[in-house]
């Protein structure tokens, strides 16, 4: 069931157009995130939600109402920021109580509300503490908790990890996910990375300059993206231009590109001249003699652990290649396969 229907947002400062007719529909208790490059639009479209700010045009609806013109703290929503934004002066329990007061729950209710949000937390034993006698962690728990207090209906977050270490941010994602599940909460998450959206998401919204490119599941995204936008921007990918194409038998075409000529899966006709063909790093078979084999000179090595990764040159092209195979050599010549239903034809837009 929708809970929250964004419709044919437009919003500029000055003349910088943010966004451009943007829509979205999003289920109850469903996690979404809004991933794309800085300046897409990711925040502005947190704070028309939210009321912090009003969109040109478009109207916002949760749970079927218009929320266009009603107020922030009517709105049921609650919004977590990236620099946490807790009061210096008070504890990590009148930050979290902050809420309370102001939408002026009654006392009997907001104790039990309180004493749940920092069970759920694990914060009893730092409710003396201000906050700048904890982590960073420990900071980010207390503004997800402020948040969490007022058992809101949709609770919206805005990079809520950028200024964490790359382990703490981890543990703390985790936790972001156990809560919403815990409390079936709605969940609308603002990040540029890709990573974190891809682990956390129900569904990705992928946006590019105020507009969305795609939005599907996180699998759904990195196995089959759209265009050459959320294929460079989602993961790794190799992505090649190509001119030529010849039907064969049984939906399989051929290409030539910058690498040489490959074949692959299409159903569809080629008409657009903005056309590429792309394949992950790990979809190549090092050693392996398929119907698409490419050879190359290894330019350098990165040992991941699990895995390497490979900088490939094949006719003054570098590409990348990640595999669990070992022992290879700067300058080593080696072939390597790909399925032609691993490679997928691009447009440019």
Same mark, same amino acid.
């Given at each position: 069931?929708?809970?929250?229907?964004?419709?044919?947002? #437009?919003?500029?400062?000055?003349?910088?157009?943010?966004?451009?007719?943007?829509?979205?529909?999003?289920?109850?208790?469903? #996690?979404?995130?809004?991933?794309?490059?800085?300046?897409?639009?990711?925040?502005?479209?947190?704070?028309?939600?939210?009321?912090?700010?009003?969109?040109?045009?478009?109207?916002? #609806?949760? /749970?079927?109402?218009?929320?266009? %013109?009603?107020?922030?703290?009517?709105?049921?929503?609650?919004?977590?920021?990236?620099?946490?934004?807790?009061?210096?002066?008070? =504890?990590?329990?009148?930050?979290?109580?902050?809420?309370?007061?102001?939408?002026?729950?009654?006392?009997?209710?907001?104790?039990?509300?309180?004493? /749940?949000?920092?069970?759920?937390?694990?914060?009893?034993?730092?409710?003396?503490?201000?906050?700048?006698?904890?982590?960073?962690?420990?900071?980010?728990?207390?503004?997800?908790?402020?948040?969490?207090? =007022?058992?809101?209906?949709?609770?919206?977050?805005?990079?809520?990890?950028? *200024?964490?270490?790359?382990?703490?941010?981890?543990?703390?994602?985790?936790?972001?996910? !156990?809560?919403?599940?815990?409390?079936?909460?709605?969940?609308?998450?603002?990040?540029?990375?890709?990573?974190?959206?891809?682990?956390?998401?129900?569904?990705?919204?992928?946006?590019?300059?105020?507009?969305? *490119?795609?939005?599907?599941?996180? /699998?759904?995204?990195?196995?089959?993206?759209?265009?050459?936008?959320?294929?460079?921007?989602?993961?790794?990918?190799?992505?090649?231009?190509?001119? *030529?194409?010849?039907?064969?038998? %049984?939906?399989?075409?051929?290409?030539?590109? %910058?690498?040489?000529?490959?074949?692959?899966?299409?159903?569809?006709?080629?008409?657009?001249?903005?056309?590429?063909?792309?394949? !992950?790093?790990?979809?190549?078979?090092?050693?392996?003699?398929? /119907?698409?084999?490419?050879?190359? !000179?290894?330019?350098?090595?990165?040992?991941?652990?699990? #895995?390497?990764?490979?900088?490939?040159?094949?006719?003054?092209?570098?590409?990348?290649?990640?595999?669990?195979?070992?022992?290879?050599?700067?300058?080593?010549?080696?072939?390597?396969?790909?399925?032609?239903?691993?490679?997928?034809?691009?447009?440019?837009?």
């Amino acid at each position: 069931m929708s809970i929250l229907k964004v419709k044919n947002l #437009f919003k500029s400062y000055g003349k910088i157009e943010v966004l451009k007719n943007f829509s979205l529909d999003i289920d109850s208790t469903e #996690f979404v995130s809004l991933l794309g490059p800085s300046g897409c639009g990711k925040t502005t479209v947190l704070k028309i939600i939210s009321g912090f700010i009003s969109p040109d045009k478009g109207t916002v #609806f949760i /749970e079927d109402i218009d929320v266009s %013109n009603t107020p922030p703290e009517k709105r049921n929503t609650a919004m977590c920021f990236q620099s946490y934004a807790l009061f210096p002066h008070l =504890t990590v329990e009148d930050n979290i109580k902050f809420g309370l007061y102001e939408k002026k729950i009654p006392k009997n209710k907001s104790k039990d509300l309180f004493e /749940e949000a920092i069970e759920h937390l694990s914060l009893s034993q730092e409710l003396g503490k201000y906050p700048n006698e904890l982590s960073g962690g420990q900071q980010q728990r207390v503004a997800l908790g402020r948040a969490l207090v =007022t058992r809101p209906k949709i609770i919206l977050f805005d990079e809520p990890l950028s *200024n964490l270490d790359a382990i703490l941010r981890g543990t703390v994602r985790n936790e972001i996910k !156990r809560i919403q599940s815990e409390f079936k909460l709605t969940a609308i998450y603002v990040t540029h990375d890709q990573s974190e959206a891809l682990s956390i998401s129900d569904r990705v919204i992928l946006m590019k300059e105020g507009e969305i *490119n795609q939005i599907d599941t996180p /699998e759904k995204i990195y196995d089959n993206p759209i265009s050459y936008f959320s294929a460079s921007f989602v993961g790794i990918s190799n992505i090649h231009h190509f001119k *030529n194409s010849k039907k064969l038998e %049984n939906n399989f075409i051929e290409v030539d590109t %910058n690498v040489g000529k490959l074949k692959l899966l299409y159903k569809n006709n080629l008409t657009d001249k903005n056309i590429y063909v792309s394949w !992950r790093p790990e979809n190549a078979e090092v050693g392996e003699q398929r /119907e698409n084999t490419l050879f190359g !000179r290894i330019k350098s090595i990165a040992f991941q652990g699990a #895995f390497t990764e490979l900088e490939v040159e094949i006719k003054n092209i570098k590409i990348k290649i990640i595999t669990q195979k070992r022992g290879f050599k700067i300058n080593e010549e080696i072939k390597f396969g790909i399925k032609p239903e691993n490679l997928l034809v691009l447009k440019k837009s």
